[in-house]
């Protein structure tokens, strides 16, 4: 298996929905590929915000008795409050792979929101406001996220530049909206100052989308917001800039990726 094949199963591996086969074959690839498990990482990280994105519902009272009427029981001995409730959303993306990430939402909890409330609580004084933005930036993808989830969506992948040869990336998004998530890892650390600034390239039009912190395991998930819709952005790449951001891009390239057609 090569890392292309990876790259078409990884959001099935992470459901679990490959054979026996398959997820060996995933695995045993994965153990001696660095760029594949950062991958495979990203389709995580994607999948946690899509669990707060649907919420979770009781089966309606006249669902529950065409169900236990058929079954011949009384379903007043079941307690529904004690049985976990399912987050699967109903309607798939058009693409198989992004298909899985949403499937295994489910499935994880929202470790990026609680990485970052831990984070900054020994804070004092900006610890309140920054814990309100950061809860506010997580719901904010989950939001756009979930969006997609119910009319369909698109994904593009980022690559590191020789700035960050171990970064990775994907871009979740509706081509008809101006709002998209960015999700990547293994990006370096910045000097005192700089920030990560997103750009939209179409032709030779460069637009922000936006300035972004990192984790400090080198990740961070992102809202990217356009001007425009993003059906009619080329290309995106992401430099280092002073804080606040730049009117236009003055740094070095940390990742690029190509819009599809």
């Not at 292309?4 to 997820?23: C, F, I, P």
């Not at 109903?90 to 899985?100: E, G, V, Y």
């Not at 929101?113 to 933005?133: D, I, K, M, P, Y």
């Amino acid at each position: 298996m090569i890392c292309a094949d990876v790259e078409e199963l990884r959001d099935l591996y992470v459901l679990g929905a490959l054979s026996t086969e398959e997820g060996d074959a995933v695995e045993e690839h994965v153990s001696e590929c660095a760029d594949c498990t950062r991958r495979i990482a990203i389709s995580w990280r994607a999948a946690q915000l899509l669990r707060q994105a649907v919420p979770g519902r009781l089966p309606a009272p006249t669902a529950r008795r065409q169900l236990f009427d058929a079954l011949g029981r009384d379903q007043s001995l079941v307690d529904f409050s004690a049985v976990p409730r399912s987050t699967r959303p109903t309607s798939p993306w058009r693409n198989l792979q992004l298909a899985a990430a949403i499937a295994v939402a489910p499935l994880i909890a929202c470790v990026w929101l609680a990485s970052q409330v831990l984070a900054l609580q020994g804070q004092v004084h900006s610890t309140q406001t920054a814990l309100e933005r950061s809860w506010q930036t997580g719901q904010h993808a989950a939001e756009v996220m979930g969006k997609a989830i119910e009319r369909g969506g698109a994904m593009t992948s980022l690559i590191g530049t020789e700035m960050a040869p171990t970064a990775a990336g994907s871009l979740y998004y509706m081509p008809g909206d101006k709002e998209a998530v960015l999700v990547v890892t293994g990006l370096p650390p910045l000097q005192p100052g700089q920030v990560y600034q997103v750009w939209l390239n179409s032709g030779r039009e460069r637009v922000s989308g936006g300035t972004f912190y990192l984790e400090e395991d080198g990740a961070s998930m992102f809202v990217v917001k356009a001007p425009t819709p993003l059906a009619g952005i080329q290309s995106l790449g992401i430099t280092n800039e002073p804080r606040g951001g730049s009117l236009n891009p003055a740094g070095q390239r940390y990742m690029w990726g190509e819009m599809p057609t």
